[in-house]
T-cell receptor, first 113, second 114 residues
Framework: KNQVEQSPQSLIILEGKNCTLQCNYTVSPFSNLRWYKQDTGRGPVSLTIMTFSENTKSNGRYTATLDADTKQSSLHITASQLSDSASYIC????????????FGKGTRLSVIA | DGGITQSPKYLFRKEGQNVTLSCEQNLNHDAMYWYRQDPGQGLRLIYYSQIVNDFQKGDIAEGYSVSREKKESFPLTVTSAQKNPTAFYLCASMRSSNRGEKLFFGSGTQLSVL
């Protein structure tokens, strides 16, 4: 069964600290993996996409990694800000089918002063 | 200013009532999707449409209906058959490229039962 598991379910960190969110998947055939940020009461917004051949990609203070062998991805946030408080959703695309996206349940991040 | 527009932001439904959620896009995307989000849960696919005048059931289509008469519009009707409609509903369109699929989401509609 195609699944995406995210951990932790929720996380609280102090402003200025770093954190890492995890995403493990059992999706096949794999096409790509995307991280979305969802602010409370809003729709998700894409942060970054990782394809099979990419190991690391950065978008400002966000750095995503992908290990296609172990089927794991991480999202590292550096020097967190209060505005980073949101849910972070890992979405994996299959390389086939009419509904190619498999969603994780997300990690709820709270950054406090 | 391109994007996905959902309305209303908040909606209340009475028992036995059908309600319709609006979703409009000006991104010229062919594929559009409706998702339901419950607290602590991932997004679940209700319906999707890959082209005008065609749509398919997702994982939780019971109690919902859609139409796709125009490329820009993909309204969702929550019928009285949906016994637990309280949730956050997200509409999205998809851009496909050699870099992969990317969803563009609306700002969502919070539906509550009176």
């Amino acid at each position: 069964k195609n699944q995406v598991e995210q951990s932790p379910q929720s996380l609280i960190i102090l402003e200025g600290k770093n954190c890492t969110l995890q995403c493990n998947y059992t999706v096949s055939p794999f096409s790509n993996l995307r991280w979305y940020k969802q602010d409370t009461g809003r729709g998700p917004v894409s942060l970054t996409i990782m394809t099979f051949s990419e190991n690391t990609k950065s978008n400002g203070r966000y750095t995503a990694t992908l290990d296609a062998d172990t089927k794991q991805s991480s999202l590292h946030i550096t020097a967190s800000q209060l505005s980073d408080s949101a849910s972070y959703i890992c979405v994996v695309s299959l390389n086939s089918g009419n509904t190619p996206l498999v969603f994780g349940k997300g990690t709820r991040l709270s950054v406090i002063a | 200013d391109g994007g996905i527009t959902q309305s209303p932001k908040y909606l209340f439904r009475k028992e036995g009532q059908n309600v319709t959620l609006s979703c409009e896009q000006n991104l010229n995307h062919d594929a559009m999707y409706w998702y339901r989000q419950d607290p602590g849960q991932g997004l679940r696919l209700i319906y999707y449409s890959q082209i005008v005048n065609d749509f398919q059931k997702g994982d939780i289509a019971e109690g919902y209906s859609v139409s796709r008469e125009k490329k820009e519009s993909f309204p969702l009707t929550v019928t009285s058959a949906q016994k637990n409609p309280t949730a956050f509903y997200l509409c999205a369109s998809m851009r496909s490229s050699n870099r992969g699929e990317k969803l563009f989401f609306g700002s969502g509609t919070q539906l509550s039962v009176l």
